[in-house]
């Protein structure tokens, strides 16, 4: 089964969940679109120890920390839908998208798109802050009106019980996981929480 971890926008926490779901499956990892330095694959080889996950290329490695239409434009490159291919493994596979849900590749398609195209459940990040109730429940909207199938919600940042329960009621997706601030983010972090996440995963 291949996951595409997805957000309500920018810095939400897709990296540091996207190395909690490889480790607590064991799976692969893909960055199909990377803007900027130091880049997330990096990041995630650093906090993952187990030794079963591999690490395939991005397919577009971008270096100004942009929209990845900008960032590739800048270059004076261009993104097309048909330059994403599965890589080969028969691993899970996790992916790890760019921004939120509606961040442009082009002129014509989204991040998202590349979870519709490679038939990835969506794993949606949602970090708790004021206006992020509309904007989760947009995200979620524009989910649902597209069909694209989500395995749950982690919520990620202070518990507010209150936007939680809206959120929830409101989606009717499962809760795999409530990340608190986290001062600390290190390779035994992240196994614990990956072991956090594997109690509702198959719930």
Do not use: C
């Not at 900027?36 to 120890?49: A, H, I, K, M, R």
């Not at 990845?68 to 800048?74: G, I």
């Not at 921004?99 to 990040?125: F, H, M, R, S, T």
Request: aromatic share 8%.
């Amino acid at each position: 089964m291949n996951y595409f971890v997805s957000a309500i926008g920018t810095d939400s926490g897709k990296t540091l969940v996207s190395a909690i779901l490889v480790e607590a499956l064991k799976a692969d990892y893909w960055k199909p679109v990377q803007a900027g330095e130091p880049g997330d694959t990096e990041t995630v080889q650093q906090l993952v120890s187990n030794n079963i996950t591999k690490f395939h290329p991005e397919t577009h490695r971008l270096k100004l920390p942009a929209s990845p239409h900008a960032a590739a434009k800048y270059e004076h490159k261009a993104i097309s839908m048909i330059d994403f291919q599965l890589p080969d493994t028969q691993n899970e596979l996790v992916i790890e998208g760019a921004g939120g849900v509606l961040v442009p590749l082009n002129d014509q398609d989204y991040v998202i798109d590349i979870a519709q195209q490679i038939k990835a459940e969506v794993v949606l990040v949602a970090n708790l802050y004021l206006g992020s109730i509309n904007h989760t429940l947009l995200t979620i909207a524009y989910l649902k009106s597209k069909n694209i199938p989500v395995k749950g919600l982690i919520f990620n940042g202070d518990s507010n019980p209150e936007s939680e329960d809206i959120i929830i009621q409101k989606s009717g997706y499962k809760v795999l996981l409530h990340l608190p601030k986290l001062s600390l983010i290190n390779e035994n972090i992240i196994k614990y929480w990956a072991d956090e996440l594997i109690l509702n995963w198959y719930a």
